[in-house]
């Protein structure tokens, strides 16, 4: 009955309408005959919708981990060692993410009592035992050489293949969104931002701190690693750079330009981190002009402009873009 | 592995285990003192200290290419250039967040790991760097010990600088102001220390010894402008397991970790040495939530 109430309760905000819009648009991209590099990165933008968004419901229980390619690594590696054996992929796919939140969970119940810095500390340490442990174990994983990643589904060309999975990766994403929606509102979602909000007073009204961050981390992990697995069979390879640190801290970054802990804020950070990239693709020719050496150079700007931004939002406005979208909309009403 | 165990066993590889643990040693003995120094006086976890430390290691290497100069005086140049930066990075970034959530800090330095590293990679390409000392070749031996004056300059050096850091810390006033501001920052600010420059001066002070730690890890092995995010954390593990804002704890626990470090990979291999630490961490932690000795003043 609440989630009816909910879907009521849409139809009054304004947010949706944008959201709508935005779906509409998303759907019907694929048949304007994009470019397959457009439509890669289209791809890796809703992937990046759906990571980050599982990083922030984590956050969203007031805890940051900065290990978070652990998970996306786990359940790329279990589905890519499962579909190998087995060519059942769907089954891989939901074995990852299982195997992840197992993970998850054991990785939570060392973090619930910690500080929030120790836990960053102890996350990050995580991918980087994960590193050691892919390369370690060269006769599963095929070590720093890596391994081809069976199709999620046969396909005529690459194109095609894009075409499909463009939408698989735009239903889980709208999925993810929706699911950590209801999961915010629910009473779960009250006792996570409790948590995150004062832990002692959580605890004093009751509320097991130590059950719903393990709750959180588990959840999290699970989706990290549903994502993860669907990153894998979108690339068709992996290595042991899926646990890179770059890869922990892009749904940082996503997350707390757009807005950390809020629903919309990976959406935003994502569409924003696109945008961004396809300007700076754009104008690569104008740059290259400068200087012969601009062509090494420009990759670099490009990543240091990103961390230029984070600490700008994090200085001038450390609630992200989404609460001043949200105030801007609400105005316009 | 059981035959790298048994290798590692026998006398001359034990010796060299232990020597190549110290030089180590020394380099994280500077990173976990810098950063436990600003993390005991401000309280501020900076991710983004290993940076400073590349950074001093290149600022050193320019002042060694352009002028010429012997590379272990320069470092004393590159503490004070880092230093200044430092005192920048403080005054534009964590200024604004002290005090806020934690969290900002995090995310502040995860933004300012990737403003340093690629604006380092851009200034000087990704080739790794070293120093070329001009004592390279020579080799001091004691008995069956035998070393390259480098690595005996490299400890010296290490020793000179704790030594003045512990006499600045303990003996004069600016050292007893930092330590009253750690201990009680409102205290401190009413018995008229401006507080605000104590920060300014600690997180010079603690960039400046990463500093010299990047050029001492320039001249013993090499940099490469990625090379600081991974130290950085290593060295937050120390100061984590060697008692939080305890000088004492981030010397010995630098040094410790440096040996362990050098005989971890002897015996598991070259994988393991960034997961080493972050194991050892994990369990301490499993232990203690608090950390192996809580928190301490300066």
């Given at each position: 009955?609440k989630?009816?109430n909910?879907l009521?309760?849409?139809w009054?905000?304004p947010?949706?309408?944008?959201l709508?819009?935005?779906?509409v648009?998303?759907?019907?991209?694929?048949f304007?005959?994009?470019?397959?590099y457009l439509m890669?990165?289209?791809?890796?933008?809703?992937?990046?919708?759906?990571?980050?968004?599982?990083?922030?419901?984590?956050a969203y229980?007031g805890?940051?981990?900065f290990?978070?390619?652990?998970?996306?690594?786990?359940?790329?590696?279990?589905?890519t060692?499962?579909?190998?054996q087995?060519?059942l992929?769907?089954i891989?796919?939901?074995?990852g993410a299982?195997?992840?939140?197992?993970?998850?969970?054991?990785?939570?119940l060392t973090?619930v009592?910690l500080?929030?810095?120790?836990?960053?500390?102890?996350t990050?340490?995580f991918?980087?035992?994960?590193?050691?442990?892919?390369?370690?174990l060269?006769?599963?994983t095929g070590?720093?050489?890596?391994?081809t990643?069976?199709?999620l589904?046969?396909s005529?060309n690459?194109?095609q293949?894009?075409?499909?999975?463009?939408?698989?990766?735009?239903t889980?994403?709208v999925?993810?969104?929706?699911?950590?929606h209801?999961?915010?509102?629910?009473?779960?979602?009250l006792?996570?931002?409790?948590i995150?909000?004062?832990?002692?007073e959580a605890?004093?009204t009751?509320?097991?701190?130590?059950?719903?961050?393990?709750?959180?981390?588990?959840?999290?992990?699970?989706?990290?690693?549903?994502m993860?697995?669907?990153y894998?069979?979108?690339?068709?390879?992996?290595?042991?750079q899926?646990?890179?640190?770059?890869?922990s801290?892009?749904?940082i970054?996503?997350?707390?330009?757009?807005?950390?802990?809020?629903?919309?804020g990976?959406v935003i950070?994502?569409?924003l981190r696109?945008?961004i990239?396809?300007?700076?693709?754009?104008?690569?020719?104008?740059v290259r002009?400068?200087?012969?050496?601009m062509?090494?150079?420009?990759?670099k700007?490009?990543?240091?402009?990103?961390?230029?931004?984070?600490?700008?939002?994090i200085?001038?406005?450390?609630?992200?873009?989404?609460?001043?979208?949200r105030?801007f909309?609400m105005?316009?009403? | 592995?059981?035959?790298r165990?048994?290798?590692?066993?026998?006398?001359?590889?034990?010796i060299?285990?232990v020597?190549?643990?110290?030089?180590?040693?020394?380099?994280?003995?500077l990173?976990?003192s810098?950063l436990?120094?600003?993390?005991?006086?401000?309280?501020?976890?900076?991710?983004?200290?290993?940076?400073f430390?590349i950074l001093?290691?290149?600022?050193?290497?320019w002042?060694?290419?352009?002028?010429g100069?012997?590379?272990y005086?320069?470092?004393?140049?590159?503490m004070?250039?880092?230093?200044?930066?430092g005192?920048i990075?403080?005054?534009?970034?964590?200024?604004q967040?002290l005090g806020?959530?934690?969290l900002?800090?995090l995310?502040?330095s995860?933004?300012l790991?990737?403003?340093?590293?690629?604006?380092m990679?851009?200034?000087?390409?990704?080739?790794?760097?070293?120093?070329?000392?001009p004592f390279?070749?020579m080799?001091?031996?004691?008995?069956?010990v035998?070393?390259g004056?480098?690595?005996?300059?490299?400890?010296?050096?290490?020793?000179l600088?704790?030594?003045?850091?512990y006499i600045l810390?303990?003996?004069t006033k600016?050292?007893?102001?930092m330590?009253?501001a750690?201990?009680n920052?409102?205290?401190?600010?009413?018995m008229?220390?401006?507080?605000?420059?104590?920060?300014?001066?600690?997180?010079?002070?603690?960039t400046?010894?990463?500093?010299?730690?990047?050029?001492?890890?320039?001249?013993?092995?090499s940099?490469?402008?990625y090379?600081?995010?991974?130290?950085?954390l290593?060295?937050?593990?120390i100061?984590i397991?060697?008692?939080?804002?305890?000088?004492?704890?981030a010397?010995?626990?630098?040094?410790?970790?440096?040996?362990?470090?050098s005989?971890?990979?002897?015996?598991?291999?070259?994988?393991?040495?960034?997961?080493?630490?972050?194991?050892?961490?994990?369990l301490a932690?499993i232990?203690r939530?608090?950390?192996l000795?809580?928190?301490?003043?300066?």
């Amino acid at each position: 009955m609440k989630i009816i109430n909910d879907l009521c309760l849409i139809w009054r905000n304004p947010k949706f309408y944008l959201l709508f819009l935005l779906l509409v648009i998303s759907l019907l991209i694929p048949f304007f005959q994009i470019s397959i590099y457009l439509m890669h990165v289209l791809i890796l933008t809703f992937f990046f919708i759906g990571y980050s968004s599982s990083w922030n419901l984590l956050a969203y229980s007031g805890q940051v981990s900065f290990g978070h390619a652990a998970f996306l690594g786990i359940g790329a590696y279990v589905t890519t060692l499962f579909t190998i054996q087995t060519s059942l992929p769907f089954i891989g796919i939901l074995m990852g993410a299982i195997v992840s939140a197992f993970v998850g969970f054991f990785i939570g119940l060392t973090c619930v009592r910690l500080r929030e810095w120790f836990l960053a500390l102890v996350t990050f340490g995580f991918s980087i035992i994960m590193i050691a442990l892919t390369i370690e174990l060269d006769w599963l994983t095929g070590g720093t050489l890596g391994l081809t990643v069976p199709k999620l589904f046969p396909s005529i060309n690459q194109y095609q293949y894009y075409f499909y999975y463009y939408y698989v990766m735009l239903t889980l994403a709208v999925f993810l969104v929706l699911l950590f929606h209801f999961i915010t509102r629910s009473k779960v979602g009250l006792a996570f931002a409790a948590i995150r909000e004062n832990e002692s007073e959580a605890k004093a009204t009751g509320i097991d701190v130590v059950k719903y961050r393990l709750l959180a981390f588990t959840i999290s992990a699970f989706f990290t690693g549903l994502m993860g697995a669907f990153y894998a069979h979108f690339i068709g390879y992996i290595n042991h750079q899926i646990y890179s640190p770059e890869n922990s801290f892009w749904p940082i970054i996503i997350s707390v330009i757009g807005g950390l802990a809020t629903l919309e804020g990976p959406v935003i950070g994502s569409l924003l981190r696109f945008l961004i990239y396809e300007f700076l693709r754009i104008i690569e020719p104008w740059v290259r002009t400068i200087g012969p050496g601009m062509v090494t150079i420009y990759p670099k700007m490009q990543v240091l402009l990103f961390g230029a931004i984070l600490v700008v939002v994090i200085i001038l406005m450390p609630k992200g873009i989404a609460p001043w979208l949200r105030k801007f909309l609400m105005s316009g009403r | 592995m059981v035959i790298r165990l048994a290798l590692a066993i026998s006398f001359p590889i034990l010796i060299q285990i232990v020597i190549w643990g110290l030089i180590v040693g020394c380099i994280y003995v500077l990173l976990a003192s810098g950063l436990n120094l600003i993390f005991g006086v401000m309280k501020v976890v900076n991710f983004a200290h290993g940076e400073f430390m590349i950074l001093g290691g290149y600022v050193s290497y320019w002042l060694s290419i352009l002028t010429g100069l012997n590379p272990y005086f320069s470092i004393f140049l590159s503490m004070v250039v880092v230093g200044v930066i430092g005192v920048i990075t403080e005054r534009v970034c964590f200024h604004q967040v002290l005090g806020t959530s934690k969290l900002n800090e995090l995310i502040l330095s995860l933004g300012l790991i990737y403003v340093l590293q690629n604006a380092m990679s851009i200034l000087w390409t990704d080739y790794p760097v070293l120093i070329d000392s001009p004592f390279k070749n020579m080799i001091i031996s004691f008995g069956i010990v035998s070393m390259g004056l480098d690595w005996l300059i490299v400890i010296g050096i290490t020793v000179l600088i704790m030594v003045g850091f512990y006499i600045l810390i303990r003996r004069t006033k600016i050292g007893r102001a930092m330590r009253a501001a750690s201990q009680n920052r409102v205290a401190a600010m009413l018995m008229g220390i401006n507080v605000e420059h104590i920060n300014m001066l600690t997180f010079g002070l603690g960039t400046a010894l990463a500093a010299t730690a990047g050029t001492l890890l320039a001249i013993t092995t090499s940099i490469t402008p990625y090379a600081g995010e991974i130290p950085a954390l290593k060295a937050f593990t120390i100061i984590i397991l060697g008692g939080l804002g305890s000088p004492v704890g981030a010397a010995v626990g630098g040094l410790v970790y440096g040996l362990v470090e050098s005989g971890a990979v002897t015996v598991l291999g070259g994988t393991w040495r960034d997961a080493v630490g972050f194991i050892i961490l994990i369990l301490a932690l499993i232990i203690r939530p608090t950390g192996l000795f809580g928190e301490k003043e300066i």
